[in-house]
């Protein structure tokens, strides 16, 4: 249990009282402004939640449009809606018996299903967990991301710069087999394409110059660097190797048996980058946004647009004459 | 039970408590914000399980995150018209009690 | 020891030392007590300017030319009773002003002080600052509610609406100048402005002056930095904006009823915000901590910084102003003489080169970073005894009818400019050519 | 339509071809005989009867008959000089296909427009055609101030035109179009003058009696066509495809067949002819203008029967029972004819019966075998007959429209001509030698006593014969002393037109009596006056009968005109300005008058006997028709019966002077009783023997009988069959008009219990749901919420139990 293992839990049961309670406050409390202010801690709280699971954009954008957005308006709201005169704004409400048993067998409907139950092994979640075992030959090959339990599908991406590999070895290969080397090399295809020629090779651009752009980003780019990472073969079928220091870049990893009499040679899974290092969540999002969401995109601008225009409209003053 | 065994599990409850305060105070309020904050409480939970799903599952991708950003946005615009709408209500009848807003029943 | 505050959290992250998570704690502490002396000198050097603008000395009795001045205002503010009206909302009211300050420190974190280095790197560095900024509009709210009186609910409303309205132009054009840099990483930006001589056409040289985001695109550019100066002064409620605090009408504004330790960190907050604002505006648009000067050889850097600043000094001191303003600017320029000079080395290098040592880089990124920074401030003390106060309604006229169109035009205009390349490069195709590579 | 059209060109071709096969060519300018009356009458009626004045109305129609005329003449010249018969073809009429397919197959025949022109015809065309000229010029005269003169000029001029197709046809059939044609002619002309309601039922009854013996010949001709088809395989409805079957395969018809066709046919002729069963028709036609009597009721018309049976001759000399019955009935007709001819008191109703007995004459004639003795008198008659008729004509128009020739006499000196051509007309028909009477009655008495061709001795019908003789004499020879001679009984009339009843005090009183006799029992000459028919049935042709408007017609007219004012009557009451003084008529009458007297006169030595010098002149021209009849004796045709002939020349004056002797007697006896005892004996006659001679006088009440038996059982059927009609008929239609409201009430009520009921109820049912439903809506936002998250509740508590239940059963139930 490594420290910032600690910290994480630490600061999910932290960041998950402060939402619990805001929720609550929200729910409970007499004083509409206090719930108002509860929804803040609420809001702030699943912000450092998303950044907890790496979702850093979510989280800028969470706090920018929730908090600075809607809960400025709801305030606002809150108080043209009330006569400034009357200053303990009773927020009565209807206790309703029914209601809350109804919500509470709700919850207890939501976690029955959520929660696994006692006794271990594969839950219907861990479907989605399990790593993707790609074969090449005698070897499996799979790949976690960084907390070493979630599968890391191949050519997926991770916001994380660090990657568990593992490897299964077959039993009659593992008997003298001293050291096992991973390497992860950069793969230059996929290498961080700015946004200019991210687009496939544009038509219009004739293909002798689109080879030269491609050309010109590889030279910009360092030497494809590559990583190596040495460990010794553990008792059990699969050795685990963590491939730490990523940079922002798609890899390739291949595998090197070392044994007493030689080494093996470059064996690994296929698949044009295994997998693809993100420092953020925020290039993915604008490479979805510009790609399979571009129609849904233009479709919420729309939206808003209209949402903006409907609302001044209705919450205009009318101008007496 | 700690968070980083099953951290999947551990945002979906706590988005299903979000969730179910959500709706208990849309249930409960009579005061039409209140209500919209009940809604916003509900959001967010969903918000949170989109992401520990894109985050916490091999399958995942970035859609989950994609779909949180849509919803961020959507919130916007609903919280915009909403309180327009309230605004109106409590222009017409200086109340923003939600009960006896109910002329739509013939 | 590797000294890479940046890598702290990393280590965090990756299971590092514990040690690390100390790191953590110390570089916050070390923050907020920068940000405490650096709210006090300001409100100092604030009267101090403002006195010498009115051709009055300004606080004179404490300590040398009044210097300790601030130390004295910070001890009282700490000493005053503390009181809470009656019929406040007791928690909010406690609450608002830690909201406040929290709103406008977390900004600190992200800013890049010094090439590779900043208390917390973020792949979403102005994301984060903008989010973060808005969590002071709701302290602000909070206050105005939670202090119970109609005049500290009135301010509280205004002031949010102007924060919240203002928002708009510096997003927009914080936006346009995103899409020249492409990332939202402030030391991303700042590496950015490193090259790009005469307006970004020579590439690979350091255009110094002429390679900031201000000179990209001049017209467009400059325009923005306007508009984004202006919004700015509005967002900190400064000078032509100030209304919360006009006494006239609102009294005080939010924070009215706060006194002693809590009003100083609504001041304090202030003071913060404008340090974030103008920090934001240098990082976009001055170059953030790269030095104004191409690389022209050092001993021209000796000759033409001596010149400048004698014939500053000169000016001034013929203007009649006062011998201490003149002196500080004289010995600004040869400060910066000596740092050009130090880095000495071939025509061309440049103190930000890569092979230069850490320290260097750090001390010459921070001086020219917090020096913009510094300049912005003055300008914005200055205009604050200079102009008249706006209206509530000509302030939102400003800000939805003037800056946000502009704004909005600005943010067209630059998008087009920005994609020219590709473009010209599609259109020349259209017509046979090989465009400009 | 296409494959219809196509066999009849191929007929046309076919019957060209097979037509005649003597080498004739097609005169196809034959049938502008018929055509030119025909185009005549067509003129007349679109153009004549609206503007064209009366001159260019009777120049156009005498003018039409006079091209058609000489036609016949060159057609006659053209027969005379070929030898054998021409034809004229405008190809194929109707073409009915033969049921195997082939144009002349089984029951296929082909009936082609074809006009045939033989000896026999080129007598009849001649006769009709010329007689018709004089005819429409003397009926210029006599319909001077007719209202309606194109009408009456288009009618002659179709009957001509009818007359001509019946006789040069080739073919039955269309030998029957001219046969209707006729038949409708002589209706329209009958009640020519149909403002009086008897001239319209006579015109009726002639037309509807001539339809009985229609349809008896139409049976015959069919009988005809089917037996021959069948039997020989030719079937064909022409004379010569006929007579050529017949003569091919003689065993094709048998004798009883043929009998039976024989006997169909020659009643077809009574009706035509006026013989005894369906005579009654001719006597009443005299309601139709002179003239018309004269063309029609004399020489034309009546004779058609005559002339059917002489072009028939081939089938009649196979059977001599029909032989014999076509003798017996023309004899006994003849006989009976006149007999009543003496008692007649009207000058036309005395010339009809007179025609009657002629014809009888005329078929004992043609029955025995002797067709051309048959035709020749036919021939003879039409021209002494046409005169008389024209002269009874010129009388009435004289005398101002009087018929009864008791209110004639001395009009020798008035009218001269008439006089004398009427004299000249009587000793031909009397049967006086030289004149064309005696000729061809001598000829006929004399075949009928010679003949072997009946079932029993000739002599018997010979004395029959004889006897009409006798009578034909006497009554012509009443006739015209009544109507020529003796006191001018017209001299004392107060007026013409005055009404019949104011007659002087010298008339004797039993002609009172008489009178009041009559108008109890209506029996008088003057016809029973019985009333008017009272009920409207028209059609009660017995009542037409009674009052006889021919007999009665007259004095009507003399009545009708009176009181209805001079122009209103048919128009001939005008009479000639002054109703006094009868005159003579004008020229125009008094030619055809002249010409037919001269031919009666002189017409008669074209039938001398045949050992006279090329004597009869006719019998050889009609040879090559004419087959002589079959001997019954020997059973086998036997040849020409010339031979037998010569021999017993001796005989054959014998008779002619005994006939001579006979007609002598007549007309003496005549002369006797009426001019030197002034009609005294006929009187005693009349007392003594009263009833026989009411009889005589009534036309031995032969309409009577038919009222009472035809007639009555006719209308009882009417009645009947009204009967039926009304219940049986009407009741059915009615019940079923009932079933069907009552099955419509019925579901009416279904539709409105049943179906409207289930509609409402749904509807209502509809409505009720709604307003449980309504309290759903509260209006109430959070009520709606607690509804959807119920909703999701139950959808998401389904949903848990779909995932979990394979655990949760494991769970709970333990396994696997």
Redesign the interface.
């Known amino acids: 249990m ?4 600690m ?3 630490l600061l ?2 932290v960041f ?1 009282v402060a ?2 309670a805001g ?2 406050g ?2 409970a409390s007499r ?7 509860a ?2 801690a ?3 709280s ?2 450092a ?2 950044a907890l ?29 009330h006569r ?1 005169t009357d ?1 303990n704004v009773s ?6 018996p ?3 048993c ?6 207890f ?9 006692p006794q271990p092994g594969p839950n ?2 861990d479907a ?5 075992t790609m074969r090449e030959g005698p070897y499996a090959f799979v790949q976690y991301q960084a ?1 070493g ?5 191949n050519g ?2 991770t ?4 990657v568990v590999v593992g490897v299964t070895i077959p039993e009659d290969r593992r008997a003298g087999l001293l050291r096992i080397v991973v390497r992860a090399v950069e793969n230059p295809g996929k290498v961080k394409e ?3 020629t991210k687009k496939a090779p ?1 038509a ?3 293909p002798e ?1 689109v080879r ?1 752009a491609q050309e ?1 980003a590889r030279k910009t780019v360092a030497e494809p660097k590559s990583l190596e990472f040495a460990a010794t073969p553990e008792k059990t079928e699969t050795t685990h190797v963590r491939l ?1 220091g990523l940079r922002e870049a798609a890899y390739d990893w291949k595998v090197k048996l070392v044994g007493a009499e030689g080494e093996s040679p470059w064996i690994g899974p296929k698949g044009d980058p295994n997998f693809v290092v993100h ?4 290039e ?2 604008a ?3 510009a790609d399979p ?1 571009l129609l ?1 995109f233009e479709a ?1 601008s729309m ?2 647009l ?3 225009v ?6 205009r ?1 009318e101008v007496k004459e | 039970m700690k968070f980083t065994d099953h951290p999947l599990e551990h945002m979906l409850v706590l988005s299903a408590i979000l969730f179910c305060a959500g709706v208990y105070t849309i249930l409960t309020r009579k005061n039409a914000v209140s209500i919209l904050m009940g809604v916003e409480l509900v959001l967010n939970a969903a918000n949170i399980n989109f992401v520990a799903f894109s985050q916490y599952t091999r399958i995942g991708g970035i859609h989950g995150n994609v779909f949180v950003i849509f919803v961020l946005l959507l919130a916007a615009a609903e919280a915009a018209v909403a309180l327009a709408i309230i605004i109106g209500i409590y222009q017409n009848f200086g109340r923003v009690d939600v009960d006896q807003a109910d002329q739509m029943k013939d | 020891m590797n000294f890479e505050p940046l890598k702290l959290w990393e280590d965090v992250r990756n299971g590092g030392t514990f040690v690390a998570f100390l790191g953590i704690l110390v570089v916050g502490g070390a923050l907020i007590n920068l940000i405490a002396v650096y709210a006090g000198l300001s409100t100092l050097i604030e009267r101090k300017i403002a006195a010498h603008m009115q051709a009055r000395v300004g606080p004179y009795r404490v300590g040398p030319h009044g210097i300790l001045q601030w130390l004295a205002d910070a001890l009282k503010l700490m000493i005053k009773e503390d009181i809470i009206a009656k019929d406040t909302d007791h928690f909010l009211f406690r609450l608002s002003p830690y909201v406040v300050f929290a709103g406008s420190f977390a900004c600190w974190v992200a800013l890049p002080f010094a090439p590779g280095w900043s208390p917390a790197s973020f792949n979403i560095g102005i994301l984060y600052l903008l989010a973060v900024s808005s969590a002071v509009v709701i302290g602000i709210l909070m206050a105005g509610w939670a202090s119970g009186s109609k005049w500290a609910l009135f301010g509280a409303m205004r002031s949010a609406a102007q924060i919240v309205s203002y928002e708009v132009p510096i997003g927009l054009t914080l936006l346009s100048m995103l899409l020249i840099y492409g990332t939202l990483d402030m030391q991303e930006i700042c590496y950015a402005q490193e090259k790009g001589f005469l307006w970004g056409v020579f590439k690979d040289t350091n255009g110094g002056l002429w390679s900031w985001g201000i000179n990209r695109f001049p017209p467009f550019t400059i325009l923005a930095f306007l508009i984004y100066y202006i919004a700015a002064l509005a967002e900190t409620n400064r000078t032509p904006f100030d209304i919360p605090e006009a006494e006239s009408e609102l009294v005080a504004g939010y924070h009215t009823e706060y006194s002693g330790m809590r009003f100083s960190f609504f001041f304090l907050a202030e003071y913060a915000n404008m340090f974030v604002v103008s920090a934001i505006a240098t990082t976009f648009f001055l170059g953030g901590w790269n030095p104004p000067v191409p690389t022209i050889p050092s001993y021209l850097y000796l000759i033409v910084g001596a010149a400048v600043g004698g014939g500053f000094g000169y000016a001034l001191k013929r203007r009649g102003f006062d011998a201490f303003v003149g002196s500080m600017i004289g010995g600004g320029i040869g400060v910066l003489a000596a740092v050009i000079h130090l880095k000495g080395g071939a025509p061309g290098d440049h103190f930000l080169d890569s092979d230069s040592p850490a320290i260097v880089k750090f001390a010459g990124g921070a001086f020219w970073f917090s020096a913009k920074i510094f300049a912005l401030l003055f300008v914005m003390m200055w205009l604050r005894w200079t102009l008249p106060r706006y209206r509530v309604d000509q302030l939102m006229d400003l800000c939805w009818k003037k800056l946000t169109p502009l704004a909005f035009l600005n943010l067209l205009a630059i998008g087009f400019l920005t994609m020219t390349p590709q473009w010209w490069a599609r259109i020349s195709a259209l017509f046979g050519g090989g465009g400009p590579g | 339509m296409i494959q219809s059209s196509l066999v009849l060109m191929a007929s046309m071709v076919q019957g060209h071809m097979e037509s005649h096969a003597a080498p004739a060519d097609n005169m196809k300018w034959l049938w502008l005989i018929p055509i030119l009356p025909a185009i005549g009458f067509l003129f007349q009626v679109f153009i004549g009867t609206r503007s064209l004045p009366k001159p260019v109305i009777s120049f156009i129609s005498c003018g039409v008959v006079l091209v058609s005329a000489a036609l016949s003449w060159v057609a006659f010249f053209q027969v005379k000089e070929l030898g054998h018969a021409i034809e004229g073809s405008l190809g194929a009429w109707i073409h009915i296909m033969g049921t195997d397919g082939q144009p002349t197959g089984n029951l296929g025949v082909i009936v082609n427009h074809k006009l045939v022109v033989d000896q026999l015809t080129c007598i009849m065309i001649l006769v009709v055609t010329n007689i018709a000229f004089f005819i429409h010029v003397y009926s210029v005269g006599y319909m001077a101030e007719e209202k309606r003169y194109a009408r009456y000029f288009s009618y002659l001029n179709l009957f001509t035109a009818f007359m001509l197709v019946l006789v040069m046809a080739s073919s039955l059939i269309l030998m029957f179009v001219g046969w209707e044609g006729v038949g409708l002619c002589s209706y329209l002309l009958i009640g020519f003058w149909y403002e009086k309601k008897e001239n319209a039922i006579a015109g009726m009854k002639a037309f509807i009696v001539n339809r009985i013996g229609d349809l008896a010949f139409t049976i015959g001709v069919l009988a005809l066509f089917v037996a021959i088809g069948t039997k020989t395989g030719v079937w064909t409805v022409d004379f010569e495809g006929i007579k050529r079957a017949i003569h091919e395969h003689p065993q094709a018809l048998s004798t009883g067949g043929a009998t039976f066709i024989g006997i169909m046919m020659f009643i077809g002729a009574t009706g035509k002819s006026a013989q005894l069963p369906l005579y009654t028709w001719l006597p009443d036609a005299m309601a139709g203008p002179t003239p018309v009597s004269a063309l029609i009721h004399a020489a034309t018309m009546v004779t058609a029967g005559v002339y059917m049976i002489a072009r028939m001759n081939f089938l009649y000399v196979m059977t001599p029972t029909a032989m014999t019955v076509v003798a017996t009935v023309g004899a006994i007709t003849a006989l009976f004819a006149g007999t009543i001819g003496m008692a007649q008191n009207d000058i036309k109703k005395v010339l009809a019966y007179s025609t009657v007995s002629q014809l009888g004459f005329m078929f004992m004639g043609v029955g025995v075998g002797a067709f051309a003795a048959g035709v020749f008198h036919l021939f003879t008659h039409a021209f002494f007959k046409a005169c008389l008729f024209l002269g009874s004509g010129s009388v009435i128009h004289g005398m101002g429209h009087e018929q009864d020739i008791r209110k004639m006499g001395a009009l020798k000196s008035k009218m001269p001509v008439t006089w004398v051509t009427f004299g000249l007309a009587t000793l031909a028909i009397a049967g006086i030698p030289p004149f064309a009477g005696f000729f061809s009655k001598d000829e006929i008495l004399w075949k009928t006593f010679s003949t072997h061709a009946l079932l029993f001795p000739g002599w018997v019908l010979w004395l029959v014969g004889v006897a009409a003789a006798l009578c034909t004499a006497f009554y012509m020879t009443r006739l015209v002393i009544k109507t020529f001679h003796g006191r001018a009984m017209w001299a004392q009339a107060s007026s013409f037109s005055g009404g019949g009843v104011n007659l002087p005090d010298w008339m004797d009183e039993e002609e009172e009596k008489k009178r009041e006799h009559d108008a109890g029992r209506g029996q008088d000459e003057s016809s029973p006056a019985h009333n008017l028919p009272t009920d409207e049935s028209v059609l009660d042709l017995g009542k037409v009968g009674k009052h006889g408007p021919s007999s009665h017609g007259p004095e009507d007219a003399h009545a009708a005109p009176h009181d209805a004012g001079h122009g209103h009557d048919a128009g001939h009451a005008a009479g000639h300005g002054h109703p006094g003084e009868p005159h003579e008529s004008p020229t125009s009458m008094l030619v055809a008058l002249v010409v037919l007297a001269a031919g009666s006169c002189l017409v008669g030595f074209l039938g001398m006997p045949h050992w006279w010098p090329h004597g009869d002149a006719f019998g050889k021209w009609l040879e090559p028709v004419f087959e002589g009849p079959h001997e019954t004796k020997g059973g086998e045709p036997v040849k020409e019966k010339k031979e037998g002939h010569e021999e017993s020349h001796g005989l054959e004056w014998g008779f002619m002077l005994l006939s001579t002797a006979v007609a002598l007697a007549g007309i003496g006896g005549a002369v006797y009783v009426y001019s030197s005892r002034s009609g005294v004996p006929a009187k005693d006659f009349a007392e003594k023997h009263h009833e026989l001679y009411d009889l005589v006088l009534d036309k031995y009440r032969v309409d009577e009988l038919y009222d009472a038996t035809v007639v009555r059982t006719l209308l009882n059927l009417n009645e009947v069959a009204g009967r039926f009609d009304n219940e049986i008929v009407d009741g059915t239609v009615n019940g079923a008009a009932r079933c069907a409201s009552t099955a419509s009430k019925g579901a009416g009520y279904f539709d409105n219990e049943v179906v409207d009921a289930a509609v409402n109820a749904s509807a209502n049912a509809t409505q009720a749901a709604g307003r449980k439903i309504r309290r759903l809506q509260t209006g109430n936002i959070k009520d709606y919420l607690t509804f959807a998250l119920v909703g999701g509740l139950f959808v998401i508590a389904a949903f848990c139990l779909f995932l979990t239940w394979p655990d949760l059963y494991h769970r709970v139930f333990g396994g696997k």
């Open positions: 490594t420290s910032s293992e910290v994480v839990n999910f049961y998950a939402a619990v929720a609550l929200v729910a004083n509409i402004v206090r719930s108002a202010f929804l803040l609420v809001l702030f699943a912000a939640l998303y699971m790496k979702a850093d954009f979510i989280a800028a954008a969470q706090v920018l449009i929730y908090v600075g957005g809607i809960l400025v308006l709801i305030i606002f709201a809150v108080m043209l809606t400034i200053v927020n009565e409400s209807t206790p309703g029914a209601a809350f109804a919500v509470l067998c709700l919850l409907a939501l976690v029955v299903i959520i929660l696994p139950l219907k979640w989605g967990r399990a790593p993707e907390d339990k979630t599968g890391l599908a997926g991406s916001f994380e710069n660090e700015s946004l200019e544009d219009t651009l004739s110059k030269l010109e730490k420092k953020g969540v925020t993915p999002i490479l979805a946004l969401y849904a919420v939206l808003l209209a949402a903006l409907g609302a001044a409209f209705l919450a003053k």
